[in-house]
């Protein structure tokens, strides 16, 4: 037993000293093995590559914060069955190729081959309005006088009764570029995660208090940053990188951003946001 005790630390010496150097490392390295990377290293995944500006199913399922407008929703009734006027009042979960029946906002009316998605609300930020987050994409295949039926074509969440509906934004499949540094770009702050997290990791949505306003566009790369700020009784805060994150979705006065790297994963609202990259239309 002695002896076997004394080989562990022989074992763990001789797998970290024949980790290979970073620059022949592979996505098979193991993770522990891997130097941390700078701040530089970090933003290359997008600096020196072609980048495609972003997917159309990010831009969708993103969410965004509604700045206090009241934006005119219409409304989902629930799944038809059977195909007819007449809707479920079934709890069982609603899938893909349902069809659901919903009212347009007052005033309004929705066109057979409209596309339309379906989302939740929830309490925003102080100040913004709320949170509205996509749960699935809806195309209207018919209309009567009392209400109108769309079929489900894509789910991204959970889909209730008396979720709301709205126009899906038109858009196209993008082409790859190459992006462009935006030295001394615009700065803002993250107001708030979509889902609250004590940890970030890549692929979560937060939103920011940059919009069109600021010169703002969908595609462009953020970094975000803590904010140097002296502690009592503790180590100062330095102005440092905590991630890299894409625009998926921009308002007059906000946007969405997604994580697309995390260097420090204690991203909190208030943290400073700076766009340091932009892709050509």
Do not use: C
């Not at 990377?37 to 509604?66: C, D, H, M, W």
């Not at 709205?166 to 995660?193: C, F, I, K, N, Q």
């Amino acid at each position: 037993m002695e002896a076997r005790m004394r080989a562990i630390p022989l074992l763990l010496f001789a797998v970290v000293s024949s980790a290979a150097p970073l620059a022949a490392q592979d996505d098979s390295t193991l993770a522990f093995l891997r130097p941390a990377q700078s701040a530089q290293e970090a933003l290359r995944a997008y600096q020196n590559k072609p980048y495609v500006p972003i997917r159309i199913s990010e831009i969708r399922t993103a969410g965004f914060l509604t700045e206090g407008v009241a934006f005119p929703f219409g409304r989902a009734l629930g799944a038809v069955t059977p195909p007819t006027v007449r809707t479920s009042s079934s709890t069982a979960p609603i899938m893909k190729g349902t069809k659901i029946a919903v009212i347009p906002p007052s005033g309004g009316s929705y066109a057979v081959g409209d596309t339309l998605l379906i989302a939740y609300r929830q309490v925003g930020p102080r100040g913004w309005g709320e949170i509205v987050i996509p749960t699935g994409l809806l195309a209207v295949v018919e209309v009567n006088s009392r209400q109108t039926i769309a079929k489900l074509v894509s789910v991204y969440g959970p889909i209730r009764e008396d979720q709301v509906v709205y126009p899906a934004e038109p858009l196209a499949a993008a082409r790859e570029v190459d992006p462009v540094a935006t030295p001394d770009g615009p700065s803002g702050m993250v107001l708030a995660h979509r889902t609250p997290r004590e940890l970030q990791m890549p692929g979560g949505v937060l939103f920011t208090d940059l919009g069109r306003d600021d010169g703002i566009g969908q595609g462009d790369f953020v970094q975000i940053r803590r904010r140097a700020r002296h502690v009592v009784d503790g180590a100062d805060r330095i102005n440092e990188v905590l991630a890299t994150a894409q625009v998926v979705h921009v308002g007059a006065r906000s946007s969405t951003i997604r994580v697309i790297e995390v260097i420090s994963p204690e991203v909190e609202p208030g943290a400073q946001v700076v766009r340091v990259a932009t892709l050509p239309n």
